[in-house]
């Protein structure tokens, strides 16, 4: 199975804020990977797909890069309605997997 | 608008079976692969498996395999999950997802207790 890592599992930060978290791979996925924010209660949120394409709808101060093992996501000024949990998931092999979450919490 | 109705979750005693639907509209369901995730309460999520746009074409978690079918009725623009066996480590909200790489839209999940 490919093993997805992220880091931090949890981050302190304030609105207008940049962050970045990442994303690791076991072994080599290309650009198949995605991005998602959950909000509590909600169902997730596709944010990026293709590692750096953007879902359609989504504002662009999110951004995604990367290829190979290790993939970034970026919000250029975090807002309000950012805070949230994010996972990365990698589709290039079965069985499917994501990074265990990182938790973006208001300073 | 695309949208995703899950239905069928509950509480079930363990060793028991439940099967979830899922109602797919505002978009061409036979033309897209289809998937389901968990996320049992409090962690993070989990795919459970998926099918291709005709149903010929399945792939199953390993922790749910020979247990959980995933099926699709196209004519119903319909999505199912066949669960037998149930343990307590199947408690999760089970979510319909769009897509078998890129998974774009979401439904709103399922709750699926095993307990008893």
């Known amino acids: 199975d490919i093993q997805m890592t992220q880091s931090p599992s949890s981050l302190s930060a304030s609105v207008g804020d940049r962050i970045t978290i990442t994303c690791r791979a076991s072994?080599?996925?290309?650009?198949?990977l995605a991005w998602f924010q959950q909000k509590p209660g909600k169902a997730p949120k596709s944010l990026i797909y293709a590692a750096s394409s953007l879902q359609s709808g989504v504002p662009s101060r999110f951004s995604g890069s990367g290829s190979g093992t290790d993939f970034t996501l970026t919000i250029s000024s975090l807002q309000p309605e950012d805070f949230a949990t994010y996972y990365c998931?990698?589709?290039?092999?079965?069985?499917?997997?994501f990074g265990q979450g990182t938790k973006v919490e208001v300073k | 608008e695309v949208q995703l109705v899950e239905s069928g979750g509950g509480l079930v005693q363990p060793g028991g079976s439940l099967r979830l639907s899922c109602a797919a509209s505002g978009f061409t369901f036979s033309g897209y692969w289809m998937s389901w995730v968990r996320q049992a309460p409090g962690k993070g999520l989990e795919w459970v498996a998926n099918?291709?746009?005709?149903?010929?074409?399945?792939h199953h978690a390993d922790s749910v395999k020979d247990r959980f079918t995933i099926s699709r009725d196209n004519a119903k623009n319909s999505l199912f999950l066949q669960m037998n066996s149930l343990g307590a480590e199947d408690t999760a909200v089970y979510y319909c997802?769009?897509?078998?790489?890129?998974?774009?839209?979401w439904g709103q999940g399922t709750l699926v207790t095993v307990s008893s």
């Open positions: 998931q990698q589709y290039s092999g079965y069985p499917r997997t």
């Open positions: 099918i291709k746009t005709e149903g010929n074409e399945k």
């Open positions: 997802v769009r897509g078998g790489w890129h998974c774009d839209y």
């Open positions: 072994q080599g996925i290309s650009n198949y």
